[in-house]
Structures are given as structure tokens and as C-alpha cells.
């Protein structure tokens, strides 16, 4: 396939206690692309996003095996700082989740954990991140506000500039426009678009309209004859969606399972 | 009369008749304490003779071992639940922990008073001493604060953690961040719960300073104390009306500074929850 890999997946396998619901995961990610990971509920595409940015490590009982390389780094190996690796890996989930504090706090937040306290930088950060979020001209004049009046779109771009204002290499998704209206659904849509190229974008999606309109990759995840989920699939979408090699595929794309 | 306006009278009964009780009760205290009540009564030293004595040595007791052992409980109470909710991970460990709490919170308080002055007074030496009896109370109250901390904390979503996580956040700052400021307002709510039992405990300061009667003022963590539930007690003990009278305006006093350090944390809670905004 095409681009260079930036992250790089050798037999990835994520257990709960004892039960192994990922297996086999041998996958590269394209640098500057938007991946879709689709499949039906519970295969583990959650739990494979979060082994990517070592998220997993702080869900009690989930334990992943084998390699995943970041620029050709193993981030499971020793020594690696995992609260670095997570700001250039960074993450949206499904649920908005808004900090009780200003919109312009919410933005901030990251930078300021970070260790950013110059005021003016922040400032600007914010400014650029809710931009890129396409969320500037709608708090511009209440960036004091409360963060939860924002409405549940609203509030996911608040989520998204949080992320981008720290200015992270790899974007992460799980599915973070299911909670969300076709309207607000279209805006995180386009500005991912407005971001390919500048970051690598993964992202879980249950919309196969929604990875049709935006990935350049697709990549599907289904649960083997042991409810071990496994990719079956993975290529530039356009290929996978008109001619896709598994027959799983053929039926969950055109709507027969999942 | 149907069986639904029965029910009703039943539970408004259930809920009139304590009010009552309580009302009854602190019309009593006020009738007969509130003559009583003056400054050189607050302000002045004890007396043989009823009619010129004062309370200001176990008035001072009182806030010096309550606020102690306040500040003492929920310092600690908020250590041990950030340390049980967050950096334990172990579930077993955890329950362990857990029933533990729950277990020191049955125990009557009157075994706190002994193992504190065994273990405390004796033991390090302290004394019957403001330290013996703060760091006593702050124990039996730390079950009410570290429970009601635990759930503050335990009621923050995962999902603020995780996400604070994606962020490049250390566990600390995790806490320090997240944590703490969502956690701080309830678990000070939970800690002016334990202020009234606090405030009120007779029992195990009495096996600890066992003065009921005294004309100095503790100063240094050392001194000996008393404080008002212990002069309460020994005044309702005796049969002349008159100690009665001043069981009362005791209990009055008692009941303000009871409201008065009350509200202090509430203003506390306020203005921590305003914190937050921050964060
Ligand atoms: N914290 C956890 N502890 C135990 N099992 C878990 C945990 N999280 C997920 N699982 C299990 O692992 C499997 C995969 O979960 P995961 O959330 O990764 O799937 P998913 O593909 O993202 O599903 P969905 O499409 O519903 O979001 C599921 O069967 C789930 O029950
Ligand atoms: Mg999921």
C-alpha cells in the first residue's frame, strides 16, 4: 500500500484477564492518511485504538502482547515515557468528555499539564486549536463560558481542540460522532478532512457512510469462530469497498451483517 | 378514611413527631440557658460558686482539640481515599481496605478514648494532653471522612481520568488536576458531618483528659484540657437546679461553635467548588 508507515503494528494480541479478544493484529498505518476502523460491536476496535497510545495500560485486567512501533519506536519497551507518547498519540472518545471549567480552560488543559504556563502561548494555542476544530467563530465572544453549555457537538470539537492544541502527530478516534447530530456529524467530518496530511488520523467508525466520505483506508475488524476479533481486511477503502478480498467484508459492507 | 390518606398521615406522623422532639428539646435548652447566657459566663474561668462561673477553658478545649482533629481526619481521610481509589490496584486490596473503614467506624467511641490514651498518651508519651485527645477524634471520625471522600472520588467518571490520560497526564497530575478539585468540595461536605459527632464526643475525652474541672487554659499541644461536653456532663450530673440552668447555656455555646466551624467548611466547600472552574 502507499505512504510511509508511521505506526507499526507485529502481532498485536489485547487480552481481558484471561480472555483474548484481539489476535494477530500485523497492520501499518500511513502517515498523513485517515484510517476507518470498522466491524461489528465488541471485536475489539476500542481496545486496539487504545494499544496504540498504551491507553490500555490503565484499564485493570486488559494486558496487549507483541510490538507496536511508533516511528519506529517500540513504545512497549522499557524506558519509553508514556505520558510523552501520549501527547504526540493523541485521542477523542465517543462520549464528549468536558472538564468543569471555561471553554477556554477545557482547550488549555492539555497545555498546561504539559507544562505550557507562558499565558500569551496558551492564548494563541487556544485560538489556532479551536480553529482547526472549526469551533473559533462559535465561542469566540464566550470563551469564559462554561464548557457544558456548549451543545453535545459543540462539545465534541471542544474535545478535538483540546487534543489538537498540543499538537499531536497521531489523531485517535472511537467513533466520536455517534452521539452526534448529521449536522454536527458533517463538522467533525470536514475538519478532519481540513487536518489529513498534517497528522495521521485512526478512526473507529459504526457509519460506513461516514468511512466512505472521509478514510483513505479502511480497515475491518471481525470476530473469528472463537469471538476473537481479528482484521480481515485492510486497504485503501476504495479497493475494500467495491472489491473487497473476504466475503465477510462483502456482506458487513454492503449491510448484510453487523 | 382510605388506605392511601392512612399512609399519609402515617409518614407525616413519622416525620412530625421528631421535629417536635427536636423542637420541644431546644426550647427547653434556650428557656433555661438563655438567661444564663453572658459574656463573663463564656469568657470567664470556672467557680465553685455557680452564680460567677465560667466555661472558657473547655470552650477553648473544645476548638482547639475539634479543630485539630479535623484538620488532622480530613487531611489524612483524603490521603488514604486518593491512595485507595487511585494508586491501589488491586480490587481485592481495595475491598480489604474498604471493610476495614466500615469496621472502624462501629467501633464505640468510648474504645478510641482507651487505645488513644494507651497508645498515644502512654505509649508516645503524650499525655493526657490537646495532642492525645485531637489525634484521638481525628481517628474516630476518619472512617465518616474517608468513607464520604471515597465516594467523591469514586463518582468521578472514568472517563475524566482516561481522557486527562490522552492528554500526556501523570497519575499525579491526574490527581492534582482532576481528582482533587472534583473530589475536594463533597469530601468537605462529608467532613462537617463528622464535625457534629466530633464537637459532641464526651466519652472518649473523658477517659483521655479525664478533667471535668479546670481553671487553665490549654496553650501548647501539651497542656492538659478539658472541653464542654465534659462540663456539660458534669453539671447535669448534679442535683441543684442551678447546674441545670448552666448545663444549658453550655449547650447553647456548644451549639454555635458547633454552627460557627460548620460553616466555615461549608464556606470552604463553596469556595473550592468554585475552584474548580479553574481546575
Ligand atoms: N475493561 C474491560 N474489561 C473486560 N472486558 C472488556 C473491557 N473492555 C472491553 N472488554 C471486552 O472486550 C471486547 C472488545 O471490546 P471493545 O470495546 O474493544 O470493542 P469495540 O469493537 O470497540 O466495541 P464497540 O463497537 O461496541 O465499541 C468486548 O467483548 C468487551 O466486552
Ligand atoms: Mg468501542
Known amino acids: 500500500m502507499g505512504g510511509r508507515p508511521i505506526i507499526k503494528t507485529v502481532g498485536l494480541r489485547v487480552f481481558y484477564g484471561d480472555r483474548k479478544i484481539l489476535d494477530d493484529v500485523d497492520i501499518e498505518i500511513y502517515e498523513g492518511s485517515i484510517t476507518a476502523v470498522i466491524g461489528p460491536s465488541g471485536t475489539g476496535k476500542s481496545s486496539l485504538l487504545r494499544s496504540l497510545n498504551r491507553l490500555n495500560d490503565l484499564i485493570p485486567g486488559a494486558r496487549v502482547e507483541g510490538r507496536v512501533y511508533y516511528r519506529g519506536m517500540d513504545i512497549y519497551s ?21 472538564f468543569p471549567t471555561s471553554i477556554y480552560e477545557n482547550v488549555a488543559f492539555g497545555l498546561r499539564i504539559n507544562g505550557v504556563d507562558d499565558e500569551e502561548v496558551i492564548r494563541g494555542r487556544v485560538e489556532e486549536a479551536l480553529r482547526q ?17 456548549l451543545s453535545t457537538g459543540q462539545q465534541q470539537r471542544l474535545c478535538l481542540a483540546r487534543t489538537l492544541a498540543i499538537r499531536p502527530d497521531v489523531l485517535l478516534l472511537d467513533e466520536p460522532t455517534s452521539y452526534l447530530d448529521p449536522r454536527s456529524t458533517r463538522k467533525v467530518e470536514d475538519v478532519l478532512l481540513s487536518l489529513k496530511g498534517m497528522m495521521t488520523i485512526v478512526i473507529v467508525t459504526h457509519s460506513l457512510s461516514q468511512a466512505r466520505r472521509i478514510a483513505d483506508y479502511l480497515l475491518v475488524v471481525m470476530p473469528d469462530e472463537d469471538n476473537v476479533g481479528r482484521v ?27 | 378514611m382510605d388506605r392511601d390518606s392512612l399512609m399519609k398521615i ?36 470556672p467557680s465553685g460558686r455557680p452564680e460567677e462561673t465560667g466555661i472558657l477553658p473547655a470552650l477553648v478545649g473544645s476548638v482547639y482539640v475539634t479543630g485539630l482533629a479535623i484538620i488532622i481526619s480530613f487531611l489524612l481521610g483524603l490521603g488514604i481515599s486518593i491512595y485507595l481509589t487511585e494508586f491501589v490496584e488491586d480490587e481485592r486490596v481495595r475491598s480489604i481496605f474498604y471493610f476495614v473503614v466500615d469496621m472502624l467506624a462501629g467501633v464505640p467511641s468510648v474504645v478510641y478514648g ?29 472512617p465518616l471522612v474517608t468513607v464520604a471522600t471515597v465516594e467523591a472520588i469514586r463518582s468521578i467518571p472514568d472517563s475524566l481520568r482516561l481522557a486527562t490520560y490522552s492528554l500526556g497526564a501523570s497519575r499525579l497530575e491526574v490527581v492534582t488536576h482532576v481528582i482533587l478539585p472534583m ?84 464556606y470552604m466547600r463553596y469556595s473550592s467548588g468554585r475552584r474548580i472552574r479553574e481546575v
Do not use: C, H
Open chain 1, 232 to 258: 480481515i481486511e485492510y486497504g485503501p477503502a476504495e479497493e475494500v469497498f467495491n472489491n473487497p478480498r473476504d466475503e465477510r467484508t462483502r456482506e458487513y459492507v454492503s449491510g448484510l451483517i453487523g
Open chain 2, 183 to 266: 473530589a475536594l468540595p463533597r469530601a468537605l461536605t462529608g467532613t462537617v458531618l463528622a464535625i457534629a459527632r466530633a464537637i459532641g464526643e464526651a466519652a472518649p475525652i473523658l477517659v483521655i483528659s479525664g478533667v471535668l474541672f479546670t481553671r487553665s487554659i490549654p496553650i501548647s499541644l501539651l497542656d492538659e484540657f478539658t472541653v464542654l461536653p465534659l462540663v456539660i456532663f458534669n453539671w447535669v450530673m448534679r442535683p441543684q437546679e442551678v447546674y441545670m440552668r448552666l448545663a444549658s447555656s453550655a449547650i447553647i455555646v456548644l451549639l454555635l461553635l458547633y454552627i460557627g466551624i460548620s460553616s466555615i467548611a461549608i
Open chain 2, 114 to 142: 482507651i487505645v488513644g490514651l494507651a497508645v498515644i498518651g502512654i505509649g508516645l508519651g503524650l499525655g493526657r494532653s490537646v495532642l492525645t485527645g485531637a489525634v484521638t477524634l481525628a481517628f474516630l471520625i476518619l
Open chain 1, 78 to 98: 522499557e524506558g519509553v515515557n508514556v505520558y510523552y507518547l501520549r501527547t504526540r498519540i493523541g485521542m477523542v472518545f465517543q462520549k464528549p468528555v468536558v
Open chain 2, 10 to 45: 402515617l409518614t407525616a406522623s413519622a416525620l412530625i413527631t421528631p421535629l417536635l422532639v427536636l423542637f420541644t428539646l431546644l426550647s427547653m435548652i434556650l428557656w433555661d440557658g438563655l438567661p444564663g447566657l453572658s459574656l463573663d459566663f463564656i469568657l470567664g474561668l
Open chain 1, 133 to 149: 476544530a472549526a469551533l473559533w467563530d462559535e465561542v469566540r465572544d464566550r470563551l469564559d463560558d462554561d464548557a457544558y453549555n
